[in-house]
């Protein structure tokens, strides 16, 4: 079973960035779809983002697109989320999600979870 393990969550000021990562550990990473997920305090976890196994295409939800990017290093078995022009309603834990699916459009997706790194956006 492949972990996921994810770094790079801190405090930060509003309007600026961060980028997150997330390592798995196994083999044929290339062969999975990878996400981005946050819950806040209260919240149900909602679908950031995800990339293809090849990295060729990405979905965002309309919260964070043209903010936070998404891309992947199969070499290295890792995803990223750029975090650009950050908002206090960011704040959150982020999850790093995997999916044997072509891309994952929410949490029915997903087959693996990240243990999550808090990210706070202070304004």
């Known amino acids: 079973q492949i972990q996921l393990v994810e770094s790079g969550g801190g405090l930060v000021q509003a309007g600026n960035s961060l980028r997150l990562s997330c390592a798995a550990s196994?083999?044929?990473?290339?062969?999975?779809?990878m996400g981005w997920f946050r819950q806040a305090p209260g919240q149900e976890r909602k679908f950031i983002g995800s990339?293809?196994?090849?990295?060729?295409?990405?979905s965002y939800d309309d919260s964070v697109e043209g903010r936070f990017t998404i891309s992947r290093d199969n070499a290295k078995n890792t995803v990223f989320l750029q975090m650009n022009n950050l908002k206090p309603e960011d704040t959150a834990t982020y999850y790093c999600?995997?999916?044997?699916?072509?891309?994952?459009?929410?949490?029915?997706?997903?087959?693996?979870w990240g243990q999550g790194t808090q990210v706070t956006v202070s304004s």
């Open positions: 999600a995997l999916s044997a699916y072509a891309l994952i459009r929410s949490a029915g997706y997903v087959h693996s």
């Open positions: 990339i293809t196994g090849s990295g060729a295409l990405t």
């Open positions: 196994g083999h044929s990473f290339s062969n999975y779809a």
